[in-house]
């Protein structure tokens, strides 16, 4: 399918993850535009199972984060809100220069429940007004495992056409569905949307997608929408995420498992981690390519597993990864900020009924995005651009800096002691105010200033768990 050469690369966006929509519109105004976020996702916003009852066993919470992974119908009453605050937050966001991308579910609909967060009731493979049996592949006799469900995920026609964890997997190469499916879409277009995180992308063949996207009207900047696919690495051939490249972008999975190895703050392991390994990171070190790539520290699923993945409760190590990110430039990469969990079924803070109640930074809502390291380092991301990375310079252990072309120059510590560094920096002789630490203010600088002699050199000490930056544009 031709993608258009018009599709437009997102520049750093940040995940709200279950962020209610007045929170939402309320942040892109007060903080992500004037931080300068190109974008935010947001949690999938369709109609989706409410629980009415806990689960057998260990099950404890009534409305697990999870519930708006069952899709029930396309009207857009959710837990994070109507339809008309929908609306309200895409527009509030654009105007603030903030776009906005959903996470579409589209390879399933429910795998429990009967009742739903729009009203509308339905039956295992009975929506009514939506779909019937014959929209679904189990029970059209098309999933050829014994139960329904996906129980060799190395075989293409279960990964396509079975239940994934009971989730009623959806006919995708049929007309009919993908109509519904490109309604829904194109009303969230029509509503100012700019892409999708395709959910679930692995379990639907890359000629659905390519359907489906074809059927996809042109945003409100007249270009085609994004289109990010959810396809976690392994499988053979078709399954693997480089063979979804075809279709569209993919999430950076493996990248962020990388980066859980080099930074390696999971408590208890023992590791200090190795911050100067990821000197190589892209295609070279087997990644997609950076240009296809959504690439992330962690998100909703991987926040989950703290063995291979980075997340919050990582602290400075988490932002410290965020801003490495950042400065690396590897990808579109994507901040997360959700709620504060400790168990793994955990709801987003919500009212008994379910519905998210507005965010609190800091009460039961962890809003990284906000943290002003962060926020400098996606300053210093726009700022060089896609100069190259030049004047590498490491350790060898858990130091690195690099410049960017001529445009930025930056140093960052995932050790525990700062050190002092004296490095090519790449940039013109002069005293330049260090952005992360402190900023430029009035011909001097509120924090450390970094004198650059004639020959690029500048001798540097990076805090412990820090980053010194400065660019062309931070030169006093
Ligand atoms: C995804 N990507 O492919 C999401 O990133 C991931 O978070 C979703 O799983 C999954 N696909 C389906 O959209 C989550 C969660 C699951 C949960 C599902 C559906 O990780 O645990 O499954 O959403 O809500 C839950 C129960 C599971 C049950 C299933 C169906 O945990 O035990 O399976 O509902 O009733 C019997
Ligand atoms: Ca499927």
Not at 97 to 126: E, F, L, M, R
Not at 222 to 228: A, E, L, Q
Request: glycine letters at 12%; one cysteine or more.
């Amino acid at each position: 399918v031709a993608r258009g050469r018009s599709t437009q690369e997102p520049g750093v966006t940040v995940s709200l993850w279950e962020w209610n929509w007045p929170s939402i519109a309320r942040e892109c105004t007060d903080v992500l535009g004037p931080a300068g976020y190109d974008g935010v996702q947001v949690a999938p916003p369709q109609n989706s199972l409410k629980r009415t009852a806990l689960g057998n066993g260990s099950d404890t919470v009534l409305h697990p984060w999870w519930e708006v992974y069952q899709a029930v119908s396309y009207d857009l009453t959710s837990r994070m809100g109507t339809e008309a605050q929908f609306k309200k937050m895409v527009k509030a966001c654009r105007k603030a220069g903030v776009k906005v991308y959903v996470d579409a579910v589209i390879n399933h609909t429910t795998g429990q429940g009967s009742t739903s967060y729009g009203g509308v009731d339905y039956q295992p493979y009975t929506y009514a007004g939506t779909y019937d049996k014959g929209d679904f592949h189990a029970p059209s006799g098309e999933c050829p495992s014994s139960d329904g469900g996906i129980q060799d995920f190395n075989a293409k026609a279960q990964v396509w056409n079975c239940n994934l964890v009971g989730l009623e997997d959806l006919r995708t190469g049929t007309d009919d569905v993908q109509a519904e499916l490109a309604g829904y879409l194109n009303k969230l277009i029509r509503y100012g949307v700019s892409g999708f995180r395709v959910d679930a992308a692995k379990h639907m063949p890359q000629r659905d997608l390519d359907a489906i996207y074809a059927r996809l009207n042109r945003t409100a900047d007249g270009v085609r929408p994004y289109w990010v696919l959810e396809v976690l690495p392994g499988g053979p051939g078709v399954l693997r995420p480089e063979a979804y490249l075809r279709s569209g972008d993919v999430l950076g999975v493996d990248g962020a498992r990388q980066m859980q190895q080099a930074f390696k703050s999971y408590t208890g392991t023992g590791n200090v981690g190795s911050l100067s390994s990821l000197e190589v990171f892209g295609p070279e070190a087997g990644l997609t390519p950076g240009a296809k790539t959504l690439s992330f520290v962690t998100n909703h699923d991987s926040e989950r597993n703290r063995n291979d993945y980075l997340s919050s409760q990582d602290g400075p190590t988490f932002i410290l990864a965020n801003q490495w990110l950042l400065a690396q430039g590897y990808g579109s990469p994507q901040v997360y900020s959700s709620f504060t969990w400790e168990q793994a079924d955990a709801s987003p803070p919500a009212r008994p009924d379910g519905r998210v109640t507005d965010t609190v930074c800091g009460q039961g809502w962890t809003c990284d995005h906000r943290n002003p390291g962060i926020v400098a380092m996606v300053g210093w991301h726009d700022y060089v651009g896609k100069a190259k990375r030049a004047n590498f310079w490491s350790d060898d252990a858990n130091v690195v800096a690099f410049s960017k072309g001529n445009r930025g120059w930056v140093a960052l510590n995932n050790g525990a002691a700062a050190k002092q560094v004296r490095v090519q920096t790449g940039l013109p002789g002069g005293r330049y105010c260090d952005v992360v630490g402190g900023a430029p203010s009035a011909g001097a600088c509120t924090g450390t200033v970094v004198t650059v002699g004639s020959t690029g050199f500048a001798t540097v000490t990076v805090p412990a768990k820090g980053v010194v930056a400065i660019t062309r544009a931070s030169r006093r």
